[in-house]
């Protein structure tokens, strides 16, 4: 709530003072320190992935995120022509022989696969958790069979494909509904710890009392004494 301040002069004239802001119950204090809008973002991207699909990338606080950052297509005409270069392998592929085809096809799912692996590196976008590493194993895969003259998978790479890019779609979906967002959070050190400790900034750990049965006993004996003879 506003408080009107006066200051009292010689004359017993009080001149009324700029109006200071107070905390009170219904306008909180506000927080100490630099807010969301004003914090360092430098090094970050500069937008989202996928027109905004993706979700904000993480702050390129190395030398190395930085440089992916510039490099990665990321969204716009960029992102277009790389995509188009990707799809345009997979269309050209079945127009050549056996270790062409497949050596074609490895090379398309593994730039396919490498896109959404950095993306997920850097923006935590769930479907691509799914996309780059089925699509990366799907390029191994079909270099492999490249390299032994027949497909492992019996010329099914582009069935697989599309089944890998329906299971990315569906499981970011599912993550949506269950989590609220297509986002999935990078592990804090603690939990890749194995959990042990409190956390940085946490309070210390609360024992919880004991409620169970032999518990509630020992406290009634306590209660009763020692028994006497």
């Not at 109006?19 to 809008?37: K, Q, Y």
Request: hydrophobic share 40%.
């Amino acid at each position: 709530m506003a408080v009107l301040e006066t200051r009292t002069t010689g004359a017993d004239v009080q001149e009324p003072q700029p109006a200071i802001e107070r905390p009170g119950p219904d306008r909180p204090a506000a927080p100490l320190g630099p807010g969301p809008a004003s914090e360092d973002m430098s090094g970050a991207c500069s937008s989202r992935a996928l027109w905004g699909w993706s979700p904000a990338p993480l702050p390129a606080v190395t030398a190395l995120q930085q440089r992916v950052d510039r490099l990665l297509p990321r969204t716009g005409v960029p992102m277009v022509l790389y995509w188009a270069a990707v799809i345009g392998l997979w269309n050209v592929a079945p127009h050549l022989a056996e270790q062409g085809r497949l050596a074609v096809e490895g090379l398309a799912a593994l730039a396919a696969g490498g896109w959404c692996g950095v993306n997920f590196w850097r923006c935590r976008h769930a479907h691509c958790l799914v996309s780059g590493t089925g699509w990366l194993a799907l390029g191994v895969v079909a270099l492999v069979g490249a390299g032994l003259g027949h497909s492992l998978m019996g010329g099914d790479e582009q069935p697989v494909c599309l089944g890998v890019l329906v299971a990315a779609v569906a499981f970011e979906g599912a993550w949506s509904l269950v989590r609220g967002g297509n986002a999935i959070p990078p592990r804090t050190r603690s939990a890749r710890a194995g959990g042990e400790g409190p956390e940085q900034g946490a309070g210390p750990r609360v024992r919880r009392p004991d409620t169970g049965l032999w518990s509630r006993r020992r406290r009634a004996r306590a209660r009763r004494g020692p028994l006497t003879r």
